[in-house]
């Protein structure tokens, strides 16, 4: 095998902070290799230095590139080498078709005049190649994120790929969207394609990587091979220290039953006669951590976020008991009045305030904890802010950073504390994890068991098994909006689950 | 942390102020060369309030609903309505003053609920139902004047704008003094307006120290309110030596502080903010953000509804033209004041500086005699001048 790749001693300053130290990475030609690390170990600065997008003169270092040193200074120039990255946010243009995606800067045309039926032509060809059955006509918006991702890839192949970078490809696809493009990852390099792949998610990694390269702190800690690939080993390197458990121990100590849900219904907000949820209960105890499993569109959020001020759906009917009482969750004001908190999955566009400080998205909830009469007390409002940056270990230098400049973990570490400071009974937490690197995940899992310690009900809704089986005292299991399965901590498993997700398709309610 | 460092992450705001000020001295060298004219006269400085004062009053609660998300195109139509409904109620029904002013502040903020709703409830961009509203009230403007002048007011409407506060000291001060005329409670309110200024940024300066935020250095806070205390006193004294307060500038003053208040200090105003910086996040925080747009909105005819009174009082009549065009000085003053064109930020006290160098564009220009089209050039790119200036710093 020849090495394609070779990037020596880079090193990327950005001011005050050293992103990147000597990083040194070796990609030979064919092979699929893995950069792993935390949020913030600067994997995604040095794709940025591979692909142009900060040019040459901006970094130290040398890239040699099929045999000679390169010096890129724009996106254009790496692409015209072959080199392609397909980013963490799609850069798809939603209301446009398929084949005007797919040549877009780079159309079919002649004096700017563009071919349609060649391109409609080269669009079948390119979509058969990724495994995609759609029209080239079809507008890219109406397609879901999994048949997004493989648009990106077919647009990667438009363009004469030899080194593709995908920056975390899984992130926003459900199980089976991810499973379909690893596999075409593997055909692709059996086609020759070099791959880069970013992610998180380690069984991914271990099924196509062939080497892996562990980046923490701004420099490569080490590059394995296939054979020495091990879930423990590569967080040991990501972390810097031992992870013997994923999980943090926790004796669970249920007590009386704190919510309850019964006969709930909710219907699609646009489409009337469309039942998002189908008569789902479910009960939270005290102190008790209750897991949601699902697949994607399993109708998990929709249930959370329509218990929560009625914020999806429509015609929405059931009851809510919070400590035995029946309660009114229809305004978010309500819901939180009657002690529940829900935490978005979608922390960016949902949760947060991104160009405002920390200390204003956490006391967002509820200002009148930090008012009297309407006049804002800031001075209380600086000092909740401090304790929770304390309590949950937010890394900032003080409460007055825009929330824009933390990372995914710490951002979730402030909607947390947002909601927390309402003081709920029961928080139910929407993928809480996700995105997150191994290391603040680990503190998030320990603030969640503090908090179900500390005797409020939590609810868990995850797309990741084994999250769900190491942290949840009980998993309700839901399939197109019903429930349809309750398991305990001692009868849950991955096949379980899976199994009940599976035996209930399809049997209408 | 250096005054220097300091300075440059702050640069905005300073940046205003040292512009303002720049402005200022430009004219007066410039005016006092080309045509030998005080531009800073007791005179000049009384007239450049009473000229701007409708820009300010507007531009404050045009901040609102920029910072909430949205734009308010109709308020120079509001202007001349309000206008001409207070000269049909007093010159033509003789309506009392004192009922007239708070029926036109109700039917400013009727038009404003009118627009807010379908904004607000209904989703339909505020641009388009401005828009809508900008052509619906000019129209009513002109049916309603039958496309002529009313007027004259009486005198107590006119002192809306044209009136002064009245010297309490009498002419004791003068004396003391040993000028010919003084308006001795027009000095001391600026002098108790420079001293609370101080007070109150000695407050803050205390309390940021308690959140662990940077504080201003000493230096730089300093120089700052000896500039904007020294230019308070030096007006205050003008106005003093002229013929006092203008009515205008008490209720200008009186509203910024209110507002400063109302959008630093209080749960609406951050509220207001929170919706402007992410508005689904506000939602699933339990903030009601139809019913904050709606007041913005509301708000905003109000003002609008003042500043018509105000303009129809300095003319001494009200006239189907009046206010034409004034929506663009006041969301030009928001943004060069700063506000975000995405929403979500913005101070009033920018607003106020923005608005107050518009206006000594204005004044010095026409002292000038620059036609009226050098100036419309120049204000154009003055503004698009400031919103280069926040998108570079931005990026920076």
Known sequence: MTTLLEMRGISKLFPGVRALDHVNLSVEAGEIHAIC???????????????????????????????????????????????????????????????????????????????????FQKTSALLQKVGLNEAPTTIV????????????????????????????????????DSQKLLDLMLELK?????????????????????????????????????????????????????????????????????????????????????????????????????????????????????????????????????????????TVTKAVAAGLAYVTEDRKALGLILEEPILRNISLANLAGIARRGVLNQRREAQVAEDYRRAMNIRTPNVQQKVVNLSGGNQQKVVLSKWLFTDPQVLI??????????????????????LANDGRGIVMISSEMPELLGMCDRIYVMNEGRIVGELSRAEASQERIMAMILNSVGKAA | MSEKTYLSSHLREYGMIMALVAIVFFFTVIVRASIDVDFLSAQNIT?????????????????LVIVAGHIDLSIGSVVGFTGAVAAVLTV?????????IPACLIVGGLIGAAQGYWVAYWKIPSFIVTLAGMLVFRGLTLWLLNGQNIGPFPRSFQSLSTGFIPDLFGDADQALLGLERLNGTALLIVVVAACLVVWLGLRKRAQDAGFGVTPEPAAVFWIRNAIVCGALIFVGYKLAIFRGLPNVVMVLAVLTVIYAFFTEQTTSGRRIYALGGNEKAAKLSGIKTERLVFFCFVNMGVLAALAGMIVAARLNSSTPKAGAGFELDVIAAVFIGGASMTGGSGKIVGVVVGALIMGVMNNGMSILGIGIDYQQVIKGLVLLAAVIFDVYNKNK
């Open chain 1, 37 to 119: 690390g935390e949020n913030g170990a600067g994997k995604s600065t040095l794709m940025k230095v591979l692909s142009g997008v900060y040019p040459h003169g901006s970094y130290e270092g040398d890239i040699v590139y099929d045999g000679e040193t390169v010096a890129m200074k724009s996106i254009t120039e790496s692409e015209a080498k072959g080199i392609i990255i397909i980013h963490q946010e799609l850069a798809l243009v939603p209301l446009l078709s398929i084949a005007e995606n797919l040549f877009l800067g780079n159309e079919v045309a002649k004096a700017g005049v563009i071919n349609w039926p060649l391109a």
């Open chain 1, 141 to 176: 918006g109406k397609l879901g994120v999994g048949k997004q991702q493989l648009i990106e890839i077919a647009k990667a192949l438009a363009k004469d790929v030899r080194l593709l970078i995908l920056d975390e490809p899984t992130a926003a696809l459900q199980e089976n």
């Open chain 1, 190 to 330: 059996a086609q020759g394609v070099t791959q880069i792949i970013i992610s998180h998610k380690l069984n991914e990694i271990g099924r196509v990587a062939d080497r892996i390269t562990i980046i923490r702190d701004g420099s490569t800690v080490s590059t394995l091979n296939r054979a020495d690939i091990s879930e423990d080993r590569i967080i040991r390197d990501m972390v810097g220290r031992d992870m013997a458990h994923r999980y943090p121990e926790r004796t669970p100590n249920p007590g009386e039953v704190l919510m309850q849900v019964k006969g709930w219904n909710v219907f699609h907000p646009d489409q009337k006669d469309r039942q998002m949820i189908r008569n789902a209960a479910f009960t939270v105890r005290k102190g008790e951590i209750v897991g949601i499993a699902g697949l994607m569109g399993a109708g998990r959020t929709e249930l959370a976020m329509s218990l929560f001020g009625h914020s999806y759906g429509r015609n929405i009917s059931g009851e809510i008991a919070m400590g035995g009482k029946p309660v009114d969750t229809s």
């Open chain 1, 429 to 450: 937490l929407d993928e809480p994890t996700r995105g997150i690197d191994v290391g603040a995940k680990f503190e998030i899992y320990n603030i969640m068991n503090q």
């Open chain 2, 47 to 63: 007239n450049l309030f009473l000229q701007n004062s409708y820009v300010i009053i507007m531009a404050l609660g045009m901040l």
């Open chain 2, 92 to 100: 033509n029904l003789g309506w009392p003053v004192l009922a007239v």
